[in-house]
């Protein structure tokens, strides 16, 4: 008689089981899984009030809008809120017969002074029921860098009630992170499969090196008039993008976390409303958005994690119909986000996870093994994998067997390793053209490589001149080859590579080089 259904979706009746029971979980729940009912059922079935700590001001306007619409006392407390109106509402949940069920918060208030002291009321008057943290995973990704308030989230524990944390994507290390900083004790882990049926995966190259020109063909050829999302790495790219879809005759709006609130409000809700087809956004937009006509998000530039991709891209076809996840992969997209990663103030481990996790998307785009397969491996999903030709590699009428390649990557080092002794910095075309025996003077002959020993080593080792340099890709993201950025007074912005930490296993014979090519 609240939400209209006349039972549970699949998973939905263990969750609301387990929060009546006030255990800590961590509940894994994918986009359009249920979430909101999960945690609504036992907070309109228990007495008290259920406080939702969520991460962005527009999901909590978005999450009471919808619950005050169903009749549901739900009350929130932001940073926009006059000093008088937040008194109100905290003079309200101190009542103990308050009529509030919901508190809607974010980390930051959650934790603020004036917020604990009226939990530590709530508790003693035994109006605190339980606590959500919404969108778990910024625990780990946002609670590194720039939202600290994320990771002392343990504080809500002082109050002896459980706790209870959604994510719609989390793997095994994101799981343990988000235990042991929200410290719950002994949780019921509950992880729904995050396989969505409908959505198509594909990556496709850039053509040119801007790429706009590439998004703009796609969408006239495929996505006419259709409803899409475009995830772009920069504000620069999000108004740029827009702009030159408008100028293509696509209608597009554009939106980033520099907007003002009116501006962003403004630009989301022309998109919302169907007025433009298409926003380009960064990852500012879309955490929680309830639009189920999506039928296409594009990432312009490569995410910095399968996380975060799977989340973004997870924003199409909520309405169960065909909807299109299209990555624009170029390799050198990758030397720019690594930059990012290294010149950031985060400790040593986090950059190195931080790269790690951009080079596990970079092994995606390059993989030819089935796209859906690789992202539930990922998320350590073992619910039965059924592509039906929904990615564009299982879609693809030419069988490519995999290849051991562990002789030719012994071969290549061994080229790397004499090419350094004529020449400190070398690129990936240099290495390519040397191993194939290639006549060019300008990256071959003047440089002195046609003179090592292994000039030429692997001539014939690959039918395309392309397929060699996707080679070296891969044993970049394997850390057999390691790239280096140049320093920003270096008048070359080309990364230079040398052997990596595992170019060593890999001439050992201790580690096997098997990809598909």
Known sequence: NVFGYQSFRSGQQEVVECLLQDRDCLVIIPTGGGKTVCYCVPGLAN??????????????????????????????????????????????????????????????VALSSQTMDALQTMSANGNLTRFIVDEAHCIDTWGQNFRPSFQELYQLKRFGKPICAFTGTATIRTQSVIVEKLALVEPTIIQMSCNRPNLVYEVLPKKDQSGKGDVVELIKRRFPSRCGIIYCSTTRETLELAYELKTAGISAVYFHGQLDQFEQQSNSQTWFTEKADIICATNAFGMGIDKHNVHFVIHFTMPKSLEEYYQEAGRAGRDGNTAFCILLYRFEDRSKLLRLVFTSEAPDEVRNNQKIALDTVVSYCLSKNCRREIILKYFNDNSEIRCNNTCDNCNNQDIISPRNLSEQAKMLCQCVEEMLTKHAKLSVKQIALTFKGSKSKRDVETKGFHEIASYGVGRGAFKKDANVITFIHHLITENVLQEHLRSISDPCTTPYITLGNNAKLVRDGMKEIIIKI
């Open 47 to 108: 007495k008290g009030v259920t406080v939702v700590v969520s991460p962005l001001l527009s999901l909590i306007n978005d999450q009471i809008q919808r619950l005050r619409s169903k009749g549901i006392n739900a009350s929130f407390v932001n940073s926009k809120l006059t000093q008088e109106e937040r008194e109100t509402v905290f003079h309200e949940l101190s009542k103990s017969n308050t009529t509030y069920k919901f508190f809607y918060v974010t980390p930051e």
